[in-house]
Each structure stands twice: as C-alpha cells, then as structure tokens.
C-alpha cells in the first residue's frame, strides 16, 4: 500500500515538470491533479490505524456473534486481540463465543485473561465466576 503512494508522487513530479505550453495540456494537468489527489484521499482513508481496524474486528465479531455465527466471531475477536493483546472486552467476547460453542476450558481462560486485564469488567467476573462455582 505505501508503494502507491509513492509511484503517484513520482508521477505527479514527473507529469509538472514537463514544460509544455498550451491550454489542452494545462487542462490535462488539472484534470490528473484532481484524479491524483482522489485517489491519494481515498487511500488515506482505508489506511485506517490499528485502532480503527481493532474496533473494526470488534465490532463484526459482536455482529457474527448476535447472529449465531460463533465460528467467525471467534475470529474476528482473535483478529483483534492481535492488534491489542490487551484488549479485555475482546477477551470477554471471545470466552462468550467459546461458552456457546461448548469450549469450556478456552472459555475460562479468555474470561480470567479479561478479569486480569480490566477487574472493573463485571460481566467478565459474573461467567468466571459462573464456571468456577
């Protein structure tokens, strides 16, 4: 992705330094920049930071998970505990996706790995606390 960037920059160097006279050639060049700076915007935009592509996994896990598809919310709870290992709701969610689908072991541990990382996560506390006793 950053070598896009890159060559466009190139291109855009290369294409206004050319010195060639003439009203069709300036409306060329107006017209590339615009071209140029779109497409430049538009991969700023999907070059979201890790906090966005967190949130991003987050928040499709929780879709897959409220429509029954624990499989895939595993892994997009997996996907963004990545980005954060230290991403307690996603722990949480995850010890949920895994209580559904009758793991029981991998549960536990993903609601202790909450609980370790936010003790203020009360529904993490309330499953651990469900296995437990």
Same mark, same amino acid.
Do not use: C
């Given at each position: 992705m950053d %070598?896009?960037?890159q060559i466009l920059t190139s291109y855009l160097l290369n294409f206004f330094l050319l010195k060639k006279p003439g009203r069709v050639h300036?409306?060329?060049?107006?017209?590339?920049?615009?071209?140029?700076? %779109?497409?430049?915007?538009?991969?700023?935009i999907n070059c979201g930071g890790p906090e966005e592509k967190k949130a991003k996994f987050f928040n499709k896990g929780k879709a897959l998970y409220e429509q029954g598809d624990y499989v895939k919310a595993r892994l997009e709870f997996k996907n963004a %505990?990545?980005?954060?290992?230290?991403?307690?709701?996603?722990?949480y969610w995850l010890g949920m996706t895994e209580l559904k689908q009758v793991n029981l072991k991998p549960a536990l541990g993903a609601f202790s790995k909450a609980v370790d990382l936010n003790p203020d996560?009360?529904?993490?506390?309330?499953?651990?606390?469900?296995?437990?006793?």
């Open positions: %070598l896009i960037p300036s409306m060329i060049r107006r017209i590339a920049a615009g071209v140029v700076i %779109l497409i430049l915007a538009v991969a700023l %505990l990545q980005i954060d290992p230290r991403y307690a709701d996603a722990f996560l009360l529904d993490a506390q309330i499953e651990l606390g469900r296995m437990l006793f």
